[in-house]
């Protein structure tokens, strides 16, 4: 695991910096990066190492802040030339498929076509958002850096650890059928 995703619930700041703060050395001692989704401002003071932006406005908000010391990925691209603009604005990573707030998202197709063409052209990693076990290899193989995995892990009846090794399992299956597997997944 190379880094987790901290959603944190709506609270004050001096409420999230201390959950902030509880997580980080768990998830650092790990050897992986606690990314917050959003609360760029939040990212120093719980010692957190970076921050996860909802689109182009939120990276050019807070990508001088973040950066050089800390992580500033981008998601919630909508199109080709967004993420372009994202790239060469210097995010360390662009997230393809994540949910919008409605809970739509595009298709599993649609999703691997973006991180192959991401793939193929860019130097910043790209991470796809899978929300099964399929679209985990799916994605892998497709040539995502990284692989997010949704809300299924957490609801998967054999319990997250279990839905965790099966996600692990279909990673490797998908960097397999690849002709470079990554050097982190």
Not at 12 to 24: C, E, F, M, N, S
Not at 31 to 46: C, M, N, P, Q
Not at 52 to 77: C, D, F, K, N, T
Not at 81 to 97: K, N, Q, R
Request: proline residues 5%.
């Amino acid at each position: 695991m190379a880094a987790v995703l901290l959603r944190l619930a709506p609270s004050d700041p001096r409420t999230l910096i201390t959950r902030i703060k509880a997580l980080t050395g768990v998830v650092q001692a790990a050897g992986a990066a606690l990314l917050l989704d959003g609360h760029a401002e939040l990212v120093a003071r719980g010692g957190a190492d970076g921050a996860h932006l909802s689109g182009l406005a939120a990276l050019q908000e807070w990508l001088p802040q973040l950066q050089p010391a800390r992580i500033a990925g981008v998601g919630m691209l909508e199109t080709r030339h967004d993420s372009m603009i994202a790239g060469e604005a210097g995010a360390d990573y662009v997230l393809f498929g994540e949910p919008a707030g409605d809970g739509t998202r595009p298709s599993a197709e649609a999703i691997a076509d973006r991180l192959n063409w991401w793939a193929e052209l860019f130097e910043p990693p790209c991470v796809g958002y899978a929300t099964s076990r399929d679209e985990v290899e799916e994605f892998a193989a497709a040539g995502a850096d990284f692989v997010l995995v949704g809300e299924h892990i957490w609801a998967d009846a054999s319990g997250p650890a279990a839905a965790l090794a099966e996600a692990e399992a279909a990673l490797k299956l998908g960097f397999a059928g690849t002709a470079s597997t990554p050097a982190r997944g």
